[in-house]
């Protein structure tokens, strides 16, 4: 089980992740929806196309911009379609079960 971890607590967790450039991107439904918000930032990737992100809050504390994901991936990125991957201080971690 793979499991992303920030504050202490567990914020998206998935049997399998889709790595990319050493980054774990999450199915969407695994994200526990209560600690993301929408973000307007905004970057673009030469061959993934424009990422969209999220920031995080757990217990009051927030993470900005801490997930991204591809709304429309390039052809060449279909595979991390409805994935999110994180950053600043998200711990990835997989366990067994």
Do not use: Q
């Not at 607590?9 to 526990?32: C, D, M, Q, R």
């Amino acid at each position: 089980m793979m499991r992303a971890i920030w504050n202490g607590t567990v914020i998206a967790e998935a049997p399998w992740t889709v790595e990319v450039e050493g980054n774990h991107y999450f199915p969407v439904e695994s994200l526990k929806r209560e600690f993301f918000s929408e973000s307007s930032h905004h970057t673009v990737c030469p061959w993934k196309g424009i990422a969209s992100y999220y920031s995080v809050t757990v217990d009051g504390k927030e993470n900005p911009d801490a997930a991204w994901y591809y709304p429309k991936p390039s052809p060449l990125a279909r595979k991390i379609k409805d994935h999110v991957a994180f950053w600043h201080g998200v711990e990835i971690e997989s366990s067994p079960e």
